[in-house]
Every structure is written in structure tokens, then in C-alpha cells.
């Protein structure tokens, strides 16, 4: 079930398309235009059960190496502190 509000800072959510990103090995994997809840003031993203499912599917065969991926041009800085 989905809020009515971001559960960070209390905007308000609306339909719309995210981009869901996490780490596979020394790899990111990028999922584009994800069907999502985004909150109008931070940002924040929240994914339906379903969508959560099919996140999940294809995070699984990304890291059994069953989809090819489109290499991108990325970065990455450690914070020093």
C-alpha cells in the first residue's frame, strides 16, 4: 500500500516514472522509467508491490548475469571525512 504523503518530509505523492539504481558487484544497474509514486517536495520515490516484484526479477538476473546491460559512463568518489 502506498502513503498519501513521503514519509521523509511529508510531500505529496504523484504518479510518474523514477529511475531505480543499485549495485550489482563492482556494477550499477540503472532501470528506467519506473512507474512510481514521487513525492513533489524531496524527490523520494515508492514502488507499488508489483512494481517492487519486478524490480526484484530484474535485479536477480542481473546479477545471475542473464540480462545484458548497456554500458554507461559513471563515476565513482569516496567521501573522505
Not at 23 to 30: C, L, M, N, Q, T
Not at 35 to 50: F, H, L, M, V, W
Request: aromatic residues 6%; proline residues 4%; contains cysteine.
Amino acid at each position: 500500500m502506498i502513503p498519501d504523503r513521503c514519509t521523509f518530509c511529508k510531500g505529496t505523492l504523484h504518479e510518474g516514472k523514477s529511475e531505480f539504481m543499485a549495485r550489482v558487484g563492482d556494477e550499477v544497474i540503472i532501470i528506467k522509467d519506473v512507474p512510481a509514486y514521487i513525492c513533489d517536495r524531496c524527490g523520494e520515490a515508492y514502488y507499488t508491490a508489483d512494481i517492487s516484484r519486478r524490480i526484484d526479477v530484474v535485479m536477480r538476473d542481473a546479477h545471475l548475469g542473464k540480462i545484458q546491460c548497456r554500458p554507461i559512463a559513471a563515476g565513482e568518489v569516496e567521501l573522505v571525512i
